[in-house]
Nanobody
Framework: VHVTESGGGSVQAGGSLRLSCSAS????????MGWFRQFPGKDHEAVAT??????????DSTKGRFTVSRVDVAKTSATLSLQMENLRPEDTAMYYC??????????????????WGKGTQVTVSS
């Protein structure tokens, strides 16, 4: 499985950004996909996750501001987008896309996800 993120950058508080993730080399099995972020010196935390059957979850910190969308292509690849609105300085972090094989419920638990991209930086200035 190969995972690549794009779309990070710098924006002022209140602005918007859209992140994209491309996953390839998938098998014909259920996958959950998710966006996670990591602050310096901290563990990964969930931003949004989506299951193979359409389940979507958000933590309270992003609910109502972030929207995740997923497109599965021919069972061997998928894209996952994250539209981020009303960004805050505390959203500044490295953002990662990740996949969990044989998953359907898309829990907000980064330790369950085994395939990760290299991340893209999001910086929000006040």
């Amino acid at each position: 499985v190969h995972v690549t993120e794009s779309g990070g950058g710098s924006v002022q508080a209140g602005g918007s950004l859209r992140l994209s993730c491309s996953a390839s080399g998938l098998e014909d099995i259920p996958y959950c996909m998710g966006w996670f972020r990591q602050f310096p010196g901290k563990d990964h935390e969930a931003v949004a996750t989506t299951g193979d059957g359409g389940t979507t979850r958000y933590p309270d910190s992003t609910k109502g501001r972030f929207t995740v969308s997923r497109v599965d292509v021919a069972k061997t690849s998928a894209t996952l987008s994250l539209q981020m609105e009303n960004l805050r300085p505390e959203d500044t972090a490295m953002y990662y896309c990740a996949l969990d094989a044989y998953c359907t419920l898309a829990f907000l638990r980064p330790e369950l996800y085994e395939s990760w991209g290299k991340g893209t930086q999001v910086t929000v200035s006040s």
